[in-house]
């Protein structure tokens, strides 16, 4: 179920930016969308201040990021800077981020009509231009005031978290050397029978090679299921999945087939598509079944939001993958996992999976086709069609 977040008032709405990006922002500039006058949020973008504010590239920056806002359906945008400077006060301290605020006001007049712009420093929060004390007072409002919001409860209550910086927020846990020694010799074993097959022609031995990764996956997720369900929220990897298992997975997804396999299994209530993934594996037509997933992902008009069991047991999978596996072999893990993110909604997520998987292998096609997404601002199909919804309105 996807829940509605509504920005009622700006103490809410910084509460919500932390537990939407996963982590608390620094030396940032957070725009959010707000598609109705009833303050319903949408997309949530972060810049680096230092390139919001650069004097050369920062007015096209803050062009683009207008567009995006634009095509996510925003009736207008709140700018939230995240700096240790009061920017009522005058002199040379506050330079950046005043130049940010001019760059972004620039681009947004006229579009989004006139900007409303919020800092939050270590010590406290206040509006760019509130001059009342009573509101806003030197040093701004107390942080503690964000701690104890209506949105922060039910963030809380969903599970979300957030991680003192981006680095732990996106960061890949690394199982022990005694695990990840299993994995390699699981991945050794895996590996040589493929290619046995490879050398001496055995169509059947490699189809039935593929069936086996995919049902490895179908596995692998249904432990981590299981294990939702039946234990308390949190639980984590290896605990689910043996290494051995991880291992073979790593090699599977190097197979075109069964990694395009794994993506149909994303989209869920679809028994099409499950046909489809099996039929993928056995006789190679991946063209067609991935086409559908992706339309399912990416189409305004037939586009749905990732089912939230099912992302977080394939999320969690693909990052025991990756935590197992050889460093710089992780291209299809990492790229299903930027999919993942990008499907969510969190841009910062796929960004950082993505860069990674092009890290391991520069010229993988899928990382490349969705970075092309990714660099266009294109959203995912059911944010999209929030975002019309929103126009019409």
């Not at 605020?101 to 010590?123: D, F, K, Q």
């Not at 090679?209 to 290896?238: C, F, K, N």
């Not at 995912?380 to 019309?388: I, N, S, T």
């Given at each position: 179920?996807?829940?509605?977040?509504?920005?009622?008032?700006?103490?809410?709405?910084?509460?919500?930016?932390?537990?939407?990006?996963?982590?608390?922002?620094?030396?940032?500039?957070?725009?959010?969308?707000?598609?109705?006058?009833?303050?319903?949020?949408?997309?949530?973008?972060?810049?680096?201040?230092?390139?919001?504010?650069?004097?050369?590239?920062?007015?096209?920056?803050?062009?683009?990021?207008?567009?995006?806002?634009?095509?996510?359906?925003?009736?207008?945008?709140?700018?939230?800077?995240?700096?240790?400077?009061?920017?009522?006060?005058?002199?040379?301290?506050?330079?950046?981020?005043?130049?940010?605020?001019?760059?972004?006001?620039?681009?947004?007049?006229?579009?989004?009509?006139?900007?409303?712009?919020?800092?939050?420093?270590?010590?406290?929060?206040?509006?760019?231009?509130?001059?009342?004390?009573?509101?806003?007072?030197?040093?701004?409002?107390?942080?503690?005031?964000?701690?104890?919001?209506?949105?922060?409860?039910?963030?809380?209550?969903?599970?979300?978290?957030?991680?003192?910086?981006?680095?732990?927020?996106?960061?890949?846990?690394?199982?022990?050397?005694?695990?990840?020694?299993?994995?390699?010799r699981a991945a050794n074993r895996w590996r040589a029978r493929r290619d046995?097959?490879?050398?001496?022609?055995?169509?059947?031995?490699?189809?039935?090679?593929?069936?086996?990764?995919?049902?490895?996956?179908?596995?692998?997720?249904?432990?981590?299921?299981?294990?939702?369900?039946?234990?308390?929220?949190?639980?984590?990897?290896?605990?689910?999945?043996?290494?051995?298992?991880?291992?073979?997975?790593?090699?599977?997804?190097?197979?075109?087939?069964?990694?395009?396999?794994?993506?149909?299994?994303?989209?869920?209530?679809?028994?099409?598509?499950?046909?489809?993934?099996?039929?993928?594996?056995?006789?190679?037509?991946?063209?067609?079944?991935?086409?559908?997933?992706?339309?399912?992902?990416?189409?305004?008009?037939?586009?749905?939001?990732?089912?939230?069991?099912?992302?977080?047991c394939a999320r969690e999978v693909l990052e025991a993958v990756a935590g197992?596996?050889?460093?710089?072999?992780?291209?299809?893990?990492?790229?299903?996992?930027?999919?993942?993110?990008?499907?969510?909604?969190?841009?910062?997520?796929?960004?950082?999976?993505?860069?990674?998987?092009?890290?391991?292998?520069?010229?993988?096609?899928?990382?490349?086709?969705?970075?092309?997404?990714?660099?266009?601002?294109?959203?995912?199909?059911?944010?999209?069609?929030q975002g019309r919804a929103g126009r019409a309105t």
């Amino acid at each position: 179920m996807t829940t509605t977040i509504r920005a009622r008032g700006p103490r809410e709405l910084l509460a919500y930016i932390p537990f939407r990006l996963g982590y608390r922002p620094q030396d940032s500039g957070v725009l959010v969308s707000l598609r109705t006058s009833r303050g319903r949020v949408g997309l949530v973008a972060r810049v680096d201040l230092d390139d919001l504010a650069d004097l050369e590239h920062g007015p096209q920056v803050a062009r683009t990021l207008v567009s995006h806002l634009s095509s996510d359906g925003a009736a207008r945008a709140v700018l939230v800077l995240y700096a240790d400077v009061d920017l009522r006060a005058g002199g040379a301290p506050a330079a950046r981020e005043r130049a940010a605020v001019e760059h972004w006001t620039e681009a947004a007049e006229g579009y989004l009509g006139e900007p409303e712009v919020w800092v939050v420093s270590a010590t406290g929060y206040h509006g760019a231009d509130c001059q009342d004390e009573t509101c806003c007072p030197p040093g701004g409002r107390p942080l503690a005031d964000l701690e104890s919001t209506e949105v922060g409860a039910h963030m809380v209550l969903a599970g979300a978290t957030v991680a003192p910086s981006r680095a732990q927020a996106t960061s890949i846990p690394v199982l022990d050397a005694v695990l990840r020694r299993k994995a390699s010799r699981a991945a050794n074993r895996w590996r040589a029978r493929r290619d046995a097959a490879h050398a001496t022609h055995d169509h059947q031995g490699l189809t039935a090679w593929r069936q086996e990764g995919l049902a490895a996956w179908r596995a692998a997720t249904g432990m981590v299921e299981q294990a939702y369900r039946s234990v308390e929220e949190g639980v984590r990897l290896p605990a689910a999945v043996p290494a051995t298992v991880l291992g073979r997975l790593e090699v599977a997804l190097e197979s075109v087939p069964v990694r395009d396999a794994v993506l149909l299994s994303f989209v869920a209530g679809n028994d099409e598509l499950a046909t489809l993934t099996a039929t993928a594996v056995a006789d190679e037509q991946v063209g067609t079944g991935t086409a559908a997933a992706l339309a399912a992902v990416v189409d305004p008009d037939s586009g749905l939001p990732p089912d939230p069991l099912r992302a977080r047991c394939a999320r969690e999978v693909l990052e025991a993958v990756a935590g197992a596996g050889r460093r710089g072999a992780q291209a299809p893990a990492l790229t299903l996992l930027a999919l993942l993110a990008w499907w969510d909604g969190d841009g910062v997520l796929a960004t950082d999976r993505l860069a990674a998987a092009l890290d391991a292998d520069p010229s993988y096609r899928l990382a490349l086709l969705l970075e092309r997404a990714l660099d266009a601002g294109l959203a995912p199909g059911w944010a999209r069609q929030q975002g019309r919804a929103g126009r019409a309105t």
